[in-house]
């Protein structure tokens, strides 16, 4: 079946950049996504790219794809200590459920 | 944008009784809605696919008869822990998605369940 796997922890320094790294298993998925969760809060679309794609930059985001690694990579610039949250990759393949990596709490640190 | 509610944010029963969760899509007609359970500090896994005017699907190891999921209008979609026992208090988040195949789900913002 579908497999998601993210690193659990990062910590970075408020200014800094940080990048959350993701890899998948569904050779078949479509869209990838990334969500951030802030605590007691349900989960909020970050960005997502089209797995024909390698790039997408969004304002701070940005969202680099390896299809042919299976690998996903979300880079926060200038990161602050209001990004401070868990962020879950998640990946859409044959069917419209997603499927979504364990999370990675992401802490910045003033 | 699409908004999602669900409703009670937050619940305590007591064990042995039934909690109904609603999924409503606000401004938006939903033909599919996906239930989601997240333990703490774990990643969301899925229950069940509720299409509107359809039994819903359940993933392997979710019991139908405990989680009974009703998807009875377009915007709104209900699970019901049926005899809840503490393991079942959990984090119970609702999406929807505008129509099958669409690429984004909206995300409702959860139901925390406790059962004592």
């Known amino acids: 079946g579908e497999d998601v796997e993210q690193s659990l922890f990062l910590s970075v320094r408020e200014g800094d950049s940080s990048v959350i790294n993701c890899t998948y298993t569904?050779?078949?998925?479509?869209?990838l996504y990334w969500y951030k969760q802030e605590p007691g809060a349900g989960l909020q679309l970050l960005t997502y790219?089209?797995?024909?794609?390698d790039m997408k930059q969004d304002q701070r985001l940005t969202v680099l794809l390896n299809k042919k690694d299976k690998h996903l990579s979300l880079r926060i610039a200038d990161t602050q200590t209001g990004d401070s949250a868990i962020y879950f990759c998640?990946?859409?393949?044959?069917?419209?459920?997603?499927?979504f990596g364990s999370g990675t709490r992401l802490q910045v640190q003033p | 944008g699409a908004v999602v509610s669900q409703h009670p944010s937050r619940v305590i029963c007591k064990s042995g009784t039934s909690v109904k969760i609603e999924c409503r899509s606000l401004?938006?007609?939903?033909?599919?809605m996906f239930w989601y359970r997240q333990f703490p500090k774990q990643s969301l896994m899925l229950m069940a696919t509720?299409?509107?005017?359809?039994?819903?699907?359940?993933e392997q190891g979710v019991e139908k008869d405990k989680f009974l999921i009703n998807h009875a209008s377009l915007t709104l979609s209900t699970l019901t822990v049926t005899s809840a026992h503490p393991e079942d208090s959990s984090f119970y988040i609702c999406?929807?998605?505008?129509?099958?195949?669409?690429?984004?789900?909206?995300f409702g913002p959860g139901t925390r369940l406790t059962v004592t």
């Open positions: 998640a990946e859409r393949g044959g069917r419209r459920a997603l499927t």
């Open positions: 401004d938006f007609q939903a033909t599919t």
């Open positions: 569904d050779s078949s998925s479509t869209y």
């Open positions: 509720s299409n509107e005017g359809s039994k819903a699907t359940y």
């Open positions: 790219i089209f797995s024909n794609m």
């Open positions: 999406s929807a998605s505008r129509r099958e195949d669409a690429y984004e789900q909206y």
